[in-house]
C-alpha cells in the first residue's frame, strides 16, 4: 500500500493490462487480448499464453455451507471444513441448451435428426424440477403440410406447451444457466427463469415444425411495401393466409390468467402513455407508417399476450430510466406476457410474432449487452422459420427491420455475423440483386434500411476476425484478407457503400454542418432519426471496411480517413438530441471513440453516452468503461 501511494504521490503512470496474456503481462505493456494469439505477441513473433480466469460468485456458491454466507465480517472460521463438491460440477457440466447445437438454416429436409437420447425432454430441464413434476409429455401436433418433412424430427419427442395455469410452477423452479448478465437477468432470478423458458419453448417450436409462411412475399404486397395493412384489424383473416394452416392464426383464444398484475387504470394510462411518447418511436424511427405506435396497439386489444409485451416494456423503460431497483411491475408483466403467449406459439401469427419481438426489445434493454446473443437466437430462429424478411410489407415488415437492427448491433458487440443470415433479409437474391431491390423501392426510409442491409453484409464478410470493429493495432494479415474472394466481396461492399452515401435521398441529407472551436467535433444536424441513425450506420460501415481493406487493394478515388469518418459519427450524436437515434448510436460511438485520442474529444464522449442512459434508459455504462479502459 505504501509503495502504491508513493507511485501515485510521484505521478507514476503505471500500466494497466488488465486480463491480457501472460507475456503483456510480465513486459507491462497494453494486451488487445485477441485469441489465441494477441496483436503483440503476434507481431513480435512471441509465444503467446493466457492464464485462466476464475470468478467466485456468492449467488453461485453450491459447495458452501450457508453458515459460512452468514459469519459476520472480520471474524475468522474456528475450524475449517473441505467439502467434496465433485457431484455439483458434474451435474452443472451436464446442463443441456438447446440452443447450443440448433442452427436451422442448415438443415435440410433430408437430414437425418438427432438420436432421441441426446435431445430428450429431460435434458432441457432437472428431473426434480416442478416444472418436470408436474406434466404427462405428448408429442407435439404436426400440421398436414408438414407431414412429409418431419418423420425425422418426430423422432425426437419435442414435448408441447403445458396448459397456461399450469405454468406457474415454472417461475419457482430453478434454470440452470450460463449467462453472465450484469442487470435483472442475473443467475437464480425469476427474470432469467421466465427468459429462460421462453427461449427453449422457442426453439423447440421452430424445431417441431417446418415454416407456416411463404419465404417470397406476395405480389400484393410488392407494390406498397411500407403501407400495407396499416389499418390492421386483428378480427379478419386478410393478414395472414398465405397458406391453410394459417387461416386461424389470428383468431386465437387468449386464455384467462389469474395471477395477471393488477394495474390500476392511472397505471396503465401512464404507461401507455409512456410507450406512445418513447418507446414506440425508437422501434419506428425507420417505418413511415409507425407501426408499433399505430398498429400493434390496435392488434393488442384482442391479444392479452401483446398488451402485457406492451405494458412490460414501457414498465422496464421507466425502471431503466429512473435508475430504479424496483423491478416487481416489470417482472410480473413479464411473467404474465410469456405465459399467455407460450400457448399460442404454435399458430406463428402476427400478433404472436410482434409479442416476441417486443419481448427481445426488453431484454436487450435490461439484459447485459454481451448476453445479447442467446436473448435473441430464440426469435431469431422463429422469424426464420415463418419466413420474413424486410420487403414481407406492413407489420412484418416492421418487426423484421425491429429485429434486423438489434441483431446488427449484437453481430458488432459478438464481432459475429447476424444470426438471421443475411442472404435471407431480402429476396434471396445475391448483394448486387438485393441492393438494386432497396434502390427500386426508394424512399429515405427504406435507404436507412439499406444501410442497416450493408453493415449485415460487412459482418458476414468480417466475421473471422476475434475483434473486428476494434482499434488493436495492425492485425496480422490472415489467409482470409488475401484471398481473392475476399477482395472481391471487399471491393463490391465498398463500392455499394459509397453508392449509398452519393444516392442519398434528400430526407438523408444534413439540414446544417460546420465546424466551431467550441466543440471538439463537427455540428450535423438532420430533420429525422432515419437520416440520423442511417448516416451514422454509412460511417461505421466505411471505418470497417478501411480498417480491414485488403492490402493490395487501390480505392480510387481517395476515401476520406478512418478519423473523419469516427468525427462524423460523435458529431451526429452530440447534435441531435433524438432518443429513436440514440438507441442505436451506443455502438458506433464506442467503434468511433477508440479513434479519439484527445481529452477533449474523450471527454465528450463520455458525456453523451452518460446523457443518453439518463435520458433514454439505454444502458451504456459499459461501453464508457470499456473506453476508458481503452484509452488508459
Known sequence: MADESSLLRRGTKRARTRHGCINCKAKRRKCDEAKPTCGRCSSRSEKCEWASRLTFRAENALGVEPSSLHRPPGRPPARFRIKDVTAEVIRDY???????????SDQSDGQQATAPNDVSPSTVHDQDTPYQEHFNWQHNPTFPAAEP???SLRSTDYVPLPAPGDLESIWHSPVATTYLDDSVFLPGSAYLDAHSTFRNHLIQEVRSNVPTR??????????HVWGVNADYNPDTESHITEIPTRINAVEEQTPTNPSAPQLSPEEEFALWKNWFDEVAPWI???DPERHFRHTLPVIARSHDHLRYSILALSARQIERKN?????ERSLSLYQTAIQLVLPQLHTRSTPVIASCVVLCVLEMLSSSAKAWHQHLDGCAHLLEAVGINGFSGGVDQALFWCFARMDVCGGLIASSKTLIPVEHWADGMDLDGDVERFRVDGGYNVHACEAVYLIAQILDLLAFHSNLAGRVGATPPTCADTDEAYTARWTRLWSHVSAWYAARPAEMLPISCFSTSESPFPKILYSNPAAMSGNQLHHTACILLLRHKPSGVIVTPKPNSIFWHARQICGISISNDDHAAWTNAIQPLWIAGQWMSHESEQKAILQLLEKIEKQSGWSTKWRAEDLKEFWG
Not at 214 to 223: L, M, N, S, V, Y
Request: net charge negative; no cysteine.
Open 284 to 286: 419506428d424511427k425507420f
Open 94 to 104: 451436464q446442463h443441456y441448451d438447446p440452443g447450443d447445437d440448433l442452427d436451422v
Open 149 to 151: 418433412n418431419l418423420t
Open 214 to 223: 411463404q419465404a417470397t412475399p406476395d405480389p400484393t404486397r410488392i407494390e
Open 323 to 327: 435508475n430504479s431497483k424496483h423491478t
